[in-house]
């Protein structure tokens, strides 16, 4: 799925190219009597009728195979679809119950949103204000979202980005097990490869384009953050787009291509070895478990085909300490705002890995498990661990989530141990209950300070 990213260029007419006589065969950058160099004509202004629209299509099919050195097996059916349409086809997408409050534990965990708000909501409408376009490996399908309804325009580099998608699809098979994502840190990792293999080729593309081709059709594009409903889970979904691009790229440096095809056969473990690349084969991610201490009173939330148990991963762990910086403006960082943003000279984000997701208060991560619960009122607690490589790292995180629930209106509960609690009047009223032994962390959660205990057996103990 192809998300906005970078500005480019607005679009470039060039003179017609030389381009030499179709082949026998199907090769490397020519597709369906269409060369990756051959002037097509087309007038964006009006919109595209059904036969411009194929030579637009056709010609960059032949651009990427060229660039991404894979042919394609088949052609690739492209609908267009206005932002309206899209933004409503989302909002007609319906949920379980169930799987409505797991989610909403996860970033009520990351203090991202609150209990009172839909999670899924609120990604809805951060997919609808941001998405460009996307691949349905269902139908083998791809979709372009247009701005307006009237005389919609493609942008090259988005269609560009999806057809890697389709090729994807056409050589590994999305839906397979392997690239299995119902979890955010395992959808994070997955899209690490996925995504950050198309949002390299989006670099490499617009490289060519004013020097291979001078005749690339790019119009602005249109949406960004300023239409999020809440910018703290779309930086979390955003991080394989910055930093699996500079992975794809490592890789294929050491090995051409072929090492890059490979990796879909060989995913990465974790976001920690998308963000710290070295660890990529070297350090596994320790599966973390948590035993059920929990009272009769709670009961632990579970969603049909789906995990019992969510892990949150380095990437989720940074986001969290990131987002206060852009939840308030600037006025309370924990990781701040300025550390985010890898700039060229002239200040514009790198074209690759232009986000730094990496910080001393969630490197080190080593492997979590969340937990949620809830009772028969409908209230919601969770059970939070999290491994460290290492005691040092593992009270470097503690310290920092003090400094986030201080920022958020904790106060120290008297006559309890590592207990905190935000007033009923914050935005994320609740109690917390916060322990590290040597290298591992737990955090409990749940409505007050008295039912810590009853989501975690000896949570919150009495001070002596």
């Not at 394609?72 to 679809?81: H, L, N, Q, T, Y």
């Not at 699809?169 to 395992?186: A, G, I, P, V, Y």
């Not at 000279?345 to 790198?350: I, R, Y």
Request: charged share 25%; with cysteine.
């Amino acid at each position: 799925m192809s998300t906005v990213g970078y500005a480019v260029p607005t679009e470039q007419r060039g003179n017609v190219q030389a381009t030499p006589p179709d082949p026998s065969e199907d090769v490397l950058g020519w597709e369906n009597g269409v060369w990756h160099n051959e002037s097509i004509a087309i007038d964006q202004s009006d919109g595209l009728n059904d036969s411009e629209l194929k030579a637009f299509v056709d010609r960059t099919m032949a651009r990427v195979e060229l660039v991404r050195e894979l042919e394609f097996e088949e052609d690739v059916p492209v609908e267009i679809v206005s932002r309206e349409a899209f933004q409503n086809q989302r909002s007609e997408r319906s949920a379980s119950e169930e799987f409505r409050m797991f989610d909403n534990v996860k970033f009520e965990a990351l203090l991202m949103v609150n209990e009172s708000t839909d999670s899924l909501a609120v990604q809805q409408q951060n997919t609808g204000a941001s998405v460009l376009g996307f691949y349905d490996s269902q139908s083998d399908q791809i979709v372009l979202v247009s701005e307006g309804n009237e005389s919609p325009r493609i942008d090259e580099i988005t269609l560009a980005h999806e057809l890697v998608h389709a090729l994807q699809d056409q050589r590994w098979n999305l839906t397979s097990s392997r690239f299995d994502q119902r979890t955010r840190e395992k959808a994070n990792t997955v899209a690490g490869i996925v995504e950050g293999d198309p949002e390299l080729l989006e670099v490499l593309y617009r490289q060519r384009c004013g020097e291979l081709w001078d005749n690339c059709s790019t119009p602005e594009r249109m949406g960004g953050s300023s239409d999020l409903a809440n910018v703290g889970p779309f930086i979390l979904k955003f991080q394989p787009r910055s930093d699996g691009p500079g992975f794809v790229q490592d890789v294929r440096e050491e090995g051409g291509w072929d090492a890059v095809n490979d990796l879909y056969t060989n995913l990465p473990r974790s976001t920690e070895q998308l963000i710290h690349p070295s660890k990529f084969g070297e350090d596994e991610p320790t599966n973390v478990t948590v035993r059920d201490r929990s009272t009769d009173d709670w009961e632990q939330i579970r969603v049909d085909q789906r995990p019992d148990t969510m892990t949150l991963g380095e990437a989720g762990v940074f986001s969290m300490f990131l987002f206060p910086a852009f939840d308030t403006g600037g006025q309370t960082e924990i990781i701040p705002a300025s550390h985010f943003r890898n700039t060229t000279e002239s200040g514009e984000l790198q074209p690759i890995d232009g986000l730094n997701y990496n910080h001393p208060l969630s490197a080190g991560w080593d492997g979590d498990t969340l937990v949620p619960y809830t009772n028969s009122d409908g209230e919601k607690g969770y059970v939070w661990k999290l491994a460290w490589d290492s005691e040092r790292e593992a009270a470097e995180f503690v310290e920092g989530y003090r400094q986030l629930l201080d920022a958020r209106g904790a106060e120290p509960a008297d006559d309890r141990q590592n207990t905190y609690r935000i007033p009923e009047d914050e935005e994320f009223a609740d109690a917390f209950y916060v322990t590290q032994q040597d290298d591992t962390v737990v955090i409990v959660n749940a409505p007050t300070v008295e039912e810590l205990s009853g989501v975690y057996d000896g949570a919150a103990p009495a001070v002596e």
